[in-house]
């Protein structure tokens, strides 16, 4: 198992900037709302 995208991509041999992650965030609109979840997208290489 890897744990970074710098593992993954030494693994898989290949730069860490042609990686992505997601990231799932959970969220309510108002404290009654029922939770949602949003996934992000982001290149692996930010930070």
């Known amino acids: 198992a ?6 993954a991509a030494a693994i ?3 730069s860490l900037s042609s990686g992505a992650k997601a990231l799932i965030c959970s ?6 709302d029922p939770e949602e ?7 692996a290489d930010r930070k």
Do not use: L, Y
């Open 12 to 14: 898989r041999g290949v």
């Open 27 to 32: 969220c309510k609109a108002k404290k009654n």
């Open 2 to 7: 890897v744990f970074t995208s710098e593992e």
């Open 37 to 43: 979840f949003i996934m992000f997208v982001v290149p």
